[in-house]
T-cell receptor, first 115, second 115 residues
Framework: AQKITQTQPGMFVQEKEAVTLDCTYDTSDPSYGLFWYKQPSSGEMIFLIYQGSYDQQNATEGRYSLNFQKARKSANLVISASQLGDSAMYFCAMWVRAAGNKLTFGGGTRVLVKP | DAGVIQSPRHEVTEMGQEVTLRCKPISGHNSLFWYRQTMMRGLELLIYFNNNVPIDDSGMPEDRFSAKMPNASFSTLKIQPSEPRDSAVYFC?????????????FGDGTRLSIL
């Protein structure tokens, strides 16, 4: 069975600095994908970025980038130039082909951006 | 474009009552997911549908929970009878077909409180 772990329950970051959120996963399926979602205090879940297991390059989406290290089974999210609006919970989620359309979510990391 | 629409946004009811949560997926999406989010257990997948057919309901807690998708544009999650431990935020999400790099798009959730 697949497993996904976010070891940082919470962290502070100074405005305009970069922050890295850790995500490690475990699966024996060679076909999988990793998603990051943001959940602000208002509660909605916002898709940020995706990395597929066969993607040759690390995914980037604006200020978000994914540091994908396949051998280490990690898919860390990097947020550059943090803004106050980045304060939120961040969830890493994994899909594996053998499990169909299911997503397994990590426990989340709460980020607070300080002015 | 309209996103995933859930109703009601908030529901407060007494234990023993029937609760019905509603979801309208994004038009053209043929996969629909129901999640529950609590502080203790995080985000849990309850059930998902492909092309209106339930594919995996292994996350449904017990017989008090049931979900239907009578057509491509509507789904319900019903709890009968409700219990205080069912209090949570319930999310509906939809995606285009087989997951791969297609993210699940979430509704704003229904915050359910059972007294």
């Amino acid at each position: 069975a697949q497993k996904i772990t976010q070891t940082q329950p919470g962290m502070f970051v100074q405005e305009k600095e970069a922050v890295t959120l850790d995500c490690t996963y475990d699966t024996s399926d060679p076909s999988y994908g990793l998603f990051w979602y943001k959940q602000p205090s208002s509660g909605e879940m916002i898709f940020l970025i995706y990395q597929g297991s066969y993607d040759q390059q690390n995914a980037t989406e604006g200020r978000y980038s994914l540091n994908f290290q396949k051998a280490r089974k990690s898919a860390n999210l990097v947020i550059s130039a943090s803004q106050l609006g980045d304060s939120a919970m961040y969830f890493c989620a994994m899909w594996v082909r053998a499990a169909g359309n299911k997503l397994t979510f990590g426990g989340g990391t709460r980020v607070l951006v300080k002015p | 474009d309209a996103g995933v629409i859930q109703s009601p946004r908030h529901e407060v009811t007494e234990m023993g009552q029937e609760v019905t949560l509603r979801c309208k997926p994004i038009s053209g999406h043929n996969s629909l997911f129901w999640y529950r989010q609590t502080m203790m257990r995080g985000l849990e997948l309850l059930i998902y549908f492909n092309n209106n057919v339930p594919i995996d309901d292994s996350g449904m807690p017990e017989d008090r929970f049931s979900a239907k998708m009578p057509n491509a544009s509507f789904s319900t999650l019903k709890i009968q009878p409700s219990e205080p431990r069912d209090s949570a935020v319930y999310f509906c999400a939809s995606s285009v077909g087989q997951l791969d790099n297609q993210p699940q798009h979430f509704g704003d959730g229904t915050r359910l409180s059972i007294l």
